[in-house]
């Protein structure tokens, strides 16, 4: 019965979007724009399923990306978001608790992956080996200020589990050096990859194998600092879901029915076809 009842009221809330989706009224041309604040590594496909989304219904968007953590921060001091994702379900979960947002769902999958250079020869069975020698420095996001910098540490705790001592040798090796309020702003058009590999900042990057552009397109700047790219081994992975949340103080009713529409639309399948095309995993669920 309960299987039952939660199907249903995910067909009808993907019915909903549906309509919203091939409705387009007076009302919502004149709606303000909608503010969405998402994590950073949403930034493509986020844009691409807003631009659908406009061309269907004409809904404008101001988009926000960042550090979750930190755009988590300025949404309990400042307001000024009407949508919410984040790398984790941790932050829109504490919005719902606090009142400020509505049940977080997940809106996305993704996995934990490492990118090296090529002459590191990285591969999901030397992956361990290469990380705990003294001499390779771990680039990370900052834990805190950004989940991406949270799943690099719980890989150390998991490679603890693995091999004794493993995990103070990674935290040694490892440097924050994105995702944080103090982190280098870098140059326009450059990866962090690119930026930190070519200064000799990092030898390896722990982060999303999700990217900001079409995976079938070339993720990296190119250059002549070839790279591998690794996905974490099962013993070492955890699950990445993206939470999804409606923050509840939008007092005004049209912006409040704007920012549903749009959240019942993220979960739709037009919408979620679109996860694939990015590295991500289909979302769906509490």
Known sequence: MKTRTIAAACASLFALAAMAVTCRSEAQEETAPLRVY????????????????????????????????????????????????????????????????????????????????????????????????????????????????????????????????????????????????????LPAGETAIHYFFTRHEADVFIGYCSSHTKIRAETEKASDLPITRVEVPAPLAMPINYGLTVLTPIKEAHRREAAFRFALYLMSPDAQRRLPEYGFLAGGGP
């Open 38 to 185: 998402a994590a950073g590594s949403t930034r493509g496909v986020l844009a691409a399923i807003a631009d659908d989304y406009t061309k269907a219904t004409g809904q404008r968007f101001e988009l926000t990306f960042g550090p979750a953590g930190l755009l988590l921060n300025r949404i309990q001091k400042d307001g000024g978001a009407d949508i919410y994702v984040s790398a984790n379900m941790a932050h829109p979960e504490r919005l719902f608790v606090d009142g400020a947002g509505t049940r977080p769902i997940i809106f996305a999958r993704n996995r934990l992956c490492v990118t090296g250079r090529a002459e590191l020869g990285l591969t999901r069975d030397t992956l361990l080996d290469k990380l705990l020698e003294r001499s390779i420095k771990i680039g990370t996001s900052t834990p805190g200020a950004d989940p991406g910098g949270d799943y690099a540490w719980q890989f150390f705790d998991r490679a603890e589990m693995v091999r004794s001592g493993a995990k103070d040798a990674l935290i040694r090796n490892a440097h924050q050096l994105v995702g944080g309020p103090a982190s280098p702003k």
